[in-house]
């Protein structure tokens, strides 16, 4: 039997109703809400040809286990996205572009920072199994839709995985205060993985070292840290500036 989720809200079941309607089993909507944002999705659905079931607040307050809805629930199969670096690699057109995340506990970030990558089109997003946020519906909510069109791998072995990739030719780019140079001294429009650390601890020490380079994020105020969301943004579109001036 396939695998289910939930998708809470108007990004994350607009995206699948755009990108794959095929697979979505059920759609329930707030009885309540009749405005024109609610009226779009419902006429989006009913073209794609979805079965839709109106519902109380507190039935949709269920369904979602407590993620702000707005109103719409969906239950669906889970997409066939790569689910490993190899299966990445056999789909991957183009020069590599990916985002690995070290640490990266928060759901809200995981999804900020899925959202970010999606915009910047990175190839896929990689984390450690053991030391990340799970794909929960509050990380699809926040990521606006990019959770379903963008893999998120989670590998048992984030060292190994590194090691892996730069034996694939993918140049290993972390982020640190002690780098010596800034991304826009860095020539980022070869196959590029950036690398960023969990708020406040950063890389671990082995992910550190198994970096082809560090560079940091030039800070002129009085704060010493970006949000990783933040941080991710910053790199992620100088690579898509320096790729676009080619």
Not at 45 to 53: H, N, T, V
Not at 152 to 174: E, F, H, P, Q, S
Request: proline share 3%; aromatic share 4%.
């Amino acid at each position: 039997m396939s695998q289910h989720q939930v998708l809470a809200g108007f990004h994350a079941v607009t995206a699948r109703v755009r990108h794959a309607p095929q697979t979505i089993r059920a759609v329930y909507v707030d009885m309540q809400r009749r405005d024109k944002r609610m009226q779009s999705l419902i006429d989006r659905m009913k073209l794609a040809g979805l079965k839709i079931q109106t519902v109380s607040a507190e039935r949709l307050d269920e369904l979602a286990a407590g993620v702000r809805h707005q109103g719409v629930v969906a239950m669906a199969n889970t997409m066939a996205l790569a689910q490993t670096v190899d299966e990445l690699f056999d789909e991957i057109d183009g020069v590599p572009f990916l985002l690995i995340l070290d640490g990266v506990t928060d759901p809200h970030n995981l999804g900020a920072c899925l959202r970010t990558a999606n915009a910047a089109g990175v190839h896929a997003v990689i984390a450690p199994r053991d030391r990340s946020a799970g794909l929960t519906a509050v990380a699809r909510r926040v990521a606006c839709g990019a959770a379903e069109s963008t893999p998120y791998i989670l590998v048992t072995n984030l060292a190994r995985c590194l090691r892996d990739l730069k034996a694939r030719g993918v140049w290993i780019v972390g982020t640190d205060e002690r780098g010596e140079q800034t991304p826009s001294e860095v020539d980022l429009k070869t196959p590029i993985a950036w690398v960023m650390g969990a708020e406040g601890e950063g890389m671990r020490h082995l992910t550190s070292q198994l970096c082809d380079m560090l560079v940091r994020i030039p800070m002129a105020g009085s704060v010493e840290s970006l949000n990783v969301s933040v941080a991710t943004g910053v790199c992620l579109f100088e690579t898509v500036r320096q790729r676009l001036s080619t």
